[in-house]
Every structure is written in C-alpha cells, then in structure tokens.
Nanobody, 124 residues
C-alpha cells in the first residue's frame, strides 16, 4: 500500500521557518520523482519544488532562495526546509511522487501518488 505521510506543518509569524517531512512507503522510492506542491484557499494547486530523475532540484520562482528540498534515500523521506516565510506561503502543502523520467518538475496532473497534506499558516 502506497503511503506518503507529511508532517511538520504549523503556524508561524512572517520571517519564521518550518521544516516539512514526508515519509514514503509502498513503492520503489528511488524510481520516482519527488516533489512538494501547495494549494492556497481559492487557488489552484501549484508545484513548489522537486527533485527530478537526474537528482537536480527545481524551485518555483516564488520560493527560490527561501526553500530547500532534500531527501534521505536510505530512509525514503523527503524534506522541505522553509525559511523567511511570508503570508503568501500560507497553504496546504502536499508531498507527491511521479513515475517515469523527468527533467524538471512535471505538472500537477503527472503525479501518481499524493500525501494527505499538511497546513502551513504564516501570519503577518
């Protein structure tokens, strides 16, 4: 059974930091592109960061320089370190996995597995 379980969300003030984790199981982790996406109220789900099939990291322009994606392949855990958080970062953050070979981050419709999401709220 495939599972992606996020943790680490919460409420912080602007300028603060959070670290999200995603524990993956039930599939061959190394064969999947892993990414973080988010959905703010009233907005479409958008990708935030990913580690592609060539182990390169990619970031949305809105988070570049503030967020860092990483993974522990031995433990099948994906991380998202979020620094200098802004109120605009408020959203539900999802961990997701996409099969196949990707250079760059695929569109949200190309992800095969999703976590349940974790809420991040940033107050001004």
């Amino acid at each position: 059974q495939v599972q992606l379980v996020e943790s680490g969300g919460g409420s912080v003030q602007a300028g603060g930091s959070l670290r999200l984790s995603c524990a993956a199981s039930g599939f061959t982790y190394s064969r999947y592109l892993m990414g973080w996406l988010r959905q703010a109220p009233g907005k479409e789900r958008e990708w935030v960061a990913c580690i592609d099939s060539f182990r390169s990291t990619h970031y949305a322009d809105s988070v570049k320089g503030r967020f860092t994606i990483s993974q522990d392949n031995a433990k099948n855990i994906l991380y998202l370190q979020m620094n200098s958080l802004e109120p605009e970062d408020t959203a539900i953050y999802y961990c997701a996995a996409a099969g196949g070979h990707w250079s760059g981050c695929p569109g949200r419709d190309n992800f095969d597995y999703w976590g349940q999401g974790t809420q991040v709220t940033v107050s001004s």
